[in-house]
């Protein structure tokens, strides 16, 4: 496959590029769902192109093709030259590029069981049948649980020499239980909303232990039908991981991409509230706050060996000790801001435009614990699992729900507590982070959804997470 | 349009080649359904007045879905269209389905039914040049001198077949072009003020990056020095952008069938739970639309009222859906028969008064350009919570008054357009392309709007 890289290269170059990189990638993937015991989509995707870029002064094209062949390939390089010129029309400054070592590289993911090749397709369906049933039992009329599996190998091969191949094996799983009310409905969902993904095999999936579960969370979505609205209040709020990986995603690792930052992404996605003249002096939280990009970490949905512009992979500090320190960046951005590449530039498919990603972004763990953080509230709330989610287009102004809530009185936990939201403006909330969960509650916490660009792209990306305890935030927002 | 005649058109014969092929390939030991497509799709990207991200690329993808022993079923999908992939997509398929429980439900495949043959197609599209799309962004660019701007223009199109073992044949071409930019207003230490405009059309010369341009720059320009407005209940006026993002949930999530079945859609059939100016309805089969003339399935695409006069009246339902329910399939799978149904070719009926008098009758409200990073609470309430962006203003005594600092809102979209609650709709209806699809809305005016936050939070 190197050789049709090779000949994407070789045909922009030709066509006048001063730069080119060609990814080659096949992807198996399979996705399956079940509702209520019965199997109800199982789709089998097999992917195969070619994506090329090339630059010409200060403009990129980027051109792909489904067809795996050196012809198509050597075409395909030329057209991404042709299209690097019409950018020419509408140029910018001169550009320059992040430098990158020359690399010959093979790398591989780890995996125990190969999701597709190691666990027999009934075996899946029937985990999901019996998870499903499991749930109904327990008496939640609307049951559901799916899989996600990715197998993606890719071959890069850039003008400057480099020629690296990987092989990525993803995947992961979800369930959920709806119960239905008079005027509205109640969900609950493990092990989070969007489930938990992992550059891992099966053995992520066993480790989860859905069929356990099931009957939890079919009681807590009837019980919350019953329970008392979230108040509307300003409170302490502790937040348990699988919602601090939601709040991370959203008011930090997009926060921290700087193509936002540069204003690559105004019309769509949007900009920052970051200033980079203020990196390395500004305060994002408070001296809990340690943040880190760290690609590097194993079994992590956003690791891997190398970006898609052959960069390695790499973890980087994003907020240390409470101020504001790095980016996600790649080879054009960094050297915008007097950085070298992060490492940071992935696509989801041959025929996308790679684009700054988040890998892993993640709170690194404190010394404290959930049980310690409710210990020590007198009166405030305690919020998991996300329900929906929304924010600014300068990633400052949140407002999220959560699946469940208690009330926390006098140091223990008390009712639970239904429609559960809180709102904030991004460096005030994390500046009231006044209590850390420790390193025996860090979870990898993967995120398979991530939109970003346009044509949109899906991500996938990690958020390594604690419990954490915040002061004085608005509550129950309706 | 010019009617379209598949027949004749040498895409839609290679399409069915190949759909043949995979027929063949299943023999006797499946039904099946198979759908290849192929076209190109093109996007030019700026930002900061400027081309940063420009792609072009070919498509061609075959679909199958088999079902053995009446209700084992499984779908895949391939890029590799050679002989040896497709082989590999039809083993693949038929030994997935063989090793999946019985649907009890499956309602077996759609059988032959004819398909208007429509036209939402400008071979022109599918031609586009990077040049061509250069130009509308140079266009759009040069508008807004003293401001940055910021968007896309994109191309994408081709032909789509469907071959099934019923007998079913049928094809479609469809293209849609787009211009979608914004111009900012940067103040120095101010709020940067942006203003939005976007043309979506099936044909390319409908692209005019000035017009769309130059709407954007009068937008950002009003914007500047926006003041900052008390959370609260608002007499609202939503421009077609924002109620296009508005109807996305009710269409995504409530006229869907088997939501509507499993008891978490909002819909009360024959209630009239809007406001009886609210008529809205999917249609594939108007000239104004963009879609296929079938749809996943092969079900031919015909209109489906949804509310008329304020009277829920109709839901969108895959074969499945349709199956549970006890009615005919409308022709709204998206291909998932665990998602349900989906009113793809939205319409909201528009009225007889201009976006200009709507604002004219407002005391005090806000005139609203977009709706954005909408999510929503509980799909049974349809409490959606999201933001303004890219112009939001001030009305009073009918006239806009000043730019007022994006606000967060959550609000019951289906209580908003309840009764009474619509106080006037614009004669603007137009193609509107927003998150989950294209719709063709008006602009309305409501007569409460709940923003819950503003920049302070």
């Known amino acids: 496959m190197f050789d049709l890289a090779t000949a994407a290269v070789e045909g922009a170059l030709a066509a006048g590029a001063v730069y080119a990189d060609a990814r080659v990638m096949i992807v198996r993937y399979e996705s399956m769902s079940a509702k209520n015991r019965v199997v109800e989509d199982l789709t089998q995707t097999d992917t195969a192109g070619i994506g090329v870029r090339a630059l010409i002064g200060s403009s990129w094209g980027f051109q792909s093709t489904p067809e795996l062949s050196a012809a198509a390939a050597r075409r395909a390089g030329e057209q991404a030259a042709a299209v690097a010129r019409a950018s020419a029309r509408v140029a910018g400054p001169p550009l320059e590029l992040s430098p990158a070592p020359v690399v010959q590289a093979t790398w591989a993911s780890s995996w125990d069981e190969h999701p597709l090749d190691d666990v027999g397709l009934g075996e899946r369906a029937d985990l999901l049948v019996q998870v499903t049933g499991a749930i109904a039992d327990a008496g939640a009329p609307l049951a559901q649980a799916s899989h996600q599996i990715w197998d993606t190998q890719k071959w890069f091969a850039s003008s400057e020499g480099s020629r690296i191949d990987q092989h990525l094996v993803e995947c992961g799983a979800v369930i959920d239980a709806t119960a239905i009310g008079d005027g509205e409905t109640q969900r609950r969902s493990y092990p989070g909303v969007r489930g938990q993904f992992g550059t891992r095999g099966w053995e992520l999936v066993r480790e989860l232990d859905l069929i356990g579960n099931a009957p939890r969370i079919a009681e807590e979505a009837q019980a ?8 509307e209040t300003t409170t302490t709020l502790i937040l348990g991981s699988e919602q601090m990986a939601l709040q991370l995603h959203e008011s930090v690792g997009h926060a921290i991409e700087l193509d936002r930052i540069l204003g690559w992404e105004a019309a769509f996605a949007g900009t920052s509230w970051l200033d980079p003249r203020q990196l390395g002096t500004l305060r994002y939280g408070s001296d809990l706050m340690n943040v880190t990009a760290d690609a ?13 512009e052959g960069v390695a992979a790499q973890a980087v500090d994003i907020v240390k000790d409470g101020t504001w320190v790095g980016v996600l960046s790649g080879r054009d951005s960094a050297p915008l801001v007097r950085l070298r590449s992060g490492g940071m530039v992935r696509a989801d498919g041959a025929a996308r435009l790679p684009m700054v990603r988040m890998t892993n972004v993640g709170l690194l763990p404190g010394e404290s614990s959930l049980e310690e953080m409710i210990a020590a509230t007198d009166d405030g709330i305690y919020m998991d699992t996300n329900r929906s989610w929304s924010i600014d287009d300068k990633r400052l102004n949140f407002q999220f729900g959560c699946e469940i809530a208690w009330e926390v009185k006098d140091g223990r936990l008390g009712r639970m507590l239904r429609n559960p939201t809180y709102t904030g403006i991004g460096p005030r909330f994390w500046a009231s982070m006044d209590m850390v969960g420790g390193a025996d509650e860090w979870v990898f916490w993967g995120t398979a959804n991530c939109g970003k660009g346009q044509p949109m792209q899906v991500g996938h990306t990690g958020h390594p997470s604690v419990p954490a305890r915040f002061s004085g935030v608005r509550v129950g927002v309706r | 349009m010019a009617a379209w005649d598949h027949a004749d058109d040498a895409g839609a014969q290679r399409c069915f080649a190949v759909c043949d092929q995979v027929v063949a390939l299943v023999g006797d030991r499946a039904e099946a359904v198979v759908t290849r497509t192929t076209g190109r799709s093109a996007l030019t990207r700026f ?3 400027r081309i940063h991200q420009n792609m072009d690329g070919e498509e061609d993808h075959v679909r199958l879905r088999v079902v053995v022993d009446g209700g084992r079923s499984a779908q895949a999908t391939t890029t590799r269209t050679d002989r040896t992939g497709l082989e590999r997509l039809v083993e693949g398929a038929i030994a997935a389905a063989r090793l999946r429980p019985v649907d009890p439900d499956f309602p077996g495949l759609a059988a032959p039914a004819p398909v208007v043959e429509l036209d939402h197609y400008d071979e022109a599209v599918v031609a586009a040049s990077p040049d061509a799309r250069a130009s509308v962004v140079a266009d759009f660019v040069a508008t807004g001198t003293g401001l940055e701007s910021a968007g896309y223009c994109s191309t994408e199109g081709g032909v789509h077949a469907l071959v099934s073992t019923t007998g079913h044949r049928c ?16 103040l120095d230490g101010g709020h940067p003020a942006d203003g939005y405009a976007q043309i979506t059309s099936s044909r390319l010369n409908d692209l005019d990056g000035r017009r769309a341009g130059e709407i954007a720059a009068q937008k950002a320009r009003a914007g500047t020095d926006p003041i900052s407005l008390e959370p609260g209940s608002y007499e609202v006026v939503l421009e077609a952008k924002a109620v296009a993002a508005l109807l996305l949930f009710p269409a995504w999530l409530g006229f869907n069938g088997k939501a509507h079945a499993e008891g978490t859609s909002f819909v009360h059939l024959g209630e009239a739970q809007f406001d009886e100016r609210i008529d809205l309805w999917d249609d594939a089969t108007d000239p104004r639309a963009l879609g296929r003339s079938y749809d996943a399935e092969g079900t031919p695409k015909r209109r489906i009222d949804l509310v008329r006069r304020g009277v829920t009246v109709g839901l969108a339902h895959d074969r499945r859906s349709a199956a549970l329910a006890g009615v005919e399939p409308t022709g709204s799978s998206i291909g998932s028969e665990a998602f349900g149904g989906y009113p793809s070719d939205l319409f909201l009926g ?14 005090r409200g806000l005139l609203v350009t977009d709706l954005w990073y909408n999510r929503i609470l509980d799909p049974k309430t349809q409490v959606v919570t999201g933001l303004t962006r890219n112009g939001l203003f001030l009305i009073e005594g009918g006239e806009v008054v000043a730019p007022v600092q994006n606000l967060r809102y959550t609000q019951s979209v289906v209580a908003a357009l309840g009764p009474g609650r619509v106080l006037g709709v614009g004669d603007d209806a137009q193609l509107v392309g927003n998150e989950g699809g294209i719709a063709h809305v008006p602009s309305l005016r409501l007569a409460a709007w709940s923003f819950t936050g503003n920049a302070q939070g």
């Not at chain 2, 094809?171 to 940067?186: L, P």
């Open chain 1, 224 to 231: 919350l039908l019953r329970a008392p609205q979230c108040p």
């Open chain 1, 296 to 308: 590097t970490l194993p079994g992590a949905l956003g690791s891997f060996g190398y970006d898609d």
């Open chain 2, 47 to 49: 930002a900061n007045s």
């Open chain 2, 171 to 186: 094809a479609s071409r469809t293209t849609m072009a787009q211009v979608d930019g914004i111009h900012r207003a940067v």
């Open chain 2, 350 to 363: 528009g009225g007889d008064v201009s976006p200009e008098q709507l604002v004219a009758g407002v005391a």
